[in-house]
């Protein structure tokens, strides 16, 4: 693949910009600082996290459409999905805003973006599932770097704290992505080994199926547990610290 084709946009590095100043000043929220939730340090873990998830948003769908790429879908190039531009993923509000308001308000890190891949250019449909897996895959892969960065780093709380909740997050898209409910990852995965009928039942419930699972996790306190519970399984299973990540999403949502 001509490396020509793969140009990160003035888009990306300006969000990458922001998450590094957010980084910045969440470094000067030290132990004492972490109870009074001083402005400077919020704002900081506030813009880390937003940053750094939007970058995570745009990583894990230019994952999709590396993959398809390399598997035969040349037109994810023509679409500027290998561009590293968010726009190119998102609708404005459905796919950016919307996700983004309830990362804040909620802390569940809905998918966000969309890559529209030409399934009939694909080589197999073992290359189907892998493009779809490779979303998922970049969230558990940012999860583990960002984990890895806070135990091998030392850093101050604030710094630690909101990149442990970044991970979580991290984590946690990973867990709900991979789930085999239509319009997620993991179905989309399983879909090319599905039969004729099953895959047309999915293709019906993949504009609503998400919202249902939304609605579970927040309605049914049992499925909102059992999410969480898997999340920090996996979570602690990479080397996550669940109460650096707490701190995280304290100093996150300053409003509460």
Known sequence: MPRSLVRPSLLFYAILAV??????????????????????GSAGVFLLVIGGWALSLTLHEFGHAIVAYRGGDHEVAAKGYLALDIRRYTDPVLSLVLPLIILAIGGIPLPGGAVWINQWALR?????????LAGPLTNLALGIVLTLTVISVEMPVGLL?????????????????????????GYGALEPYLPPRAREFGHQARPWAPLVLLALILAVPTA??????????????????????????YLFMFWR
């Not at 998450?19 to 400077?40: I, P």
């Not at 999410?227 to 650096?244: E, K, Q």
């Open 19 to 40: 998450t590094v100043l957010g980084g910045v000043l969440a470094a000067t929220v030290g132990l004492r600082e972490v109870l009074d939730r001083t402005v400077l």
């Open 124 to 132: 197999s449909r073992a290359v189907s599932s892998r493009v779809s």
């Open 161 to 185: 704290a909101g990149l442990s909740y970044l991970a979580s997050l991290q984590i946690l898209a990973f867990v709900i992505n991979i789930l085999p409910v239509p319009g997620l990852d």
């Open 224 to 249: 909102g547990q059992a999410l969480w519970g898997l999340s920090d399984l996996v979570f602690g299973a990479v080397g996550g610290d669940p109460n650096a990540a707490g701190i995280g999403q």
